[in-house]
């Protein structure tokens, strides 16, 4: 069973900076990609960034362009998003995605991961 645990989620201020973390565990293939969606009350969810298991792919959402950054370190079995210059649109709960693949598979759709985590919420105060 693989599992994915977010953390790294709270209460910013507008301009302020936070960085998410996701945790994989549990029996899973030897490359997958990661992704970050985010989904705000009333909203649909929405991609934010993506990595592929190389690093060598990396996709971002419209509103992630240029403040947020996505990376991961394979040894740790850990993905990460940087988040810069926050705003209060940027509240929502954010969720991490695995889907399994080749070294270079990535994608910004929700339907093509495979395992997800339950999430963790950011809030930004105006």
């Known amino acids: 069973q693989v599992r994915l645990v977010e953390s790294g989620g709270g209460l910013v201020q507008a301009g302020g900076s936070l960085r998410l973390s996701c945790a994989i565990s549990g029996r899973r293939s030897s490359s997958y990609g990661m992704g970050w969606f985010r989904q705000a009350p009333r909203e649909e969810r929405e991609f934010v960034a993506a990595i592929s298991w190389n690093g060598g792919s990396t996709y971002y959402g419209d509103t992630a362009k240029g403040r947020f950054t996505i990376s991961r370190d394979n040894a740790e079995n850990t993905v990460q998003l940087q988040m810069n210059s926050l705003k209060p649109e940027d509240t929502a709960v954010y969720y991490c995605?695995?889907?399994?693949?080749?070294?270079?598979?990535?994608?910004?759709?929700?339907?093509?991961?495979?395992?997800w985590g339950r999430g963790t919420q950011v809030t930004v105060s105006s």
């Open positions: 995605a695995a889907g399994e693949g080749s070294a270079h598979w990535v994608s910004f759709h929700g339907g093509d991961y495979d395992y």
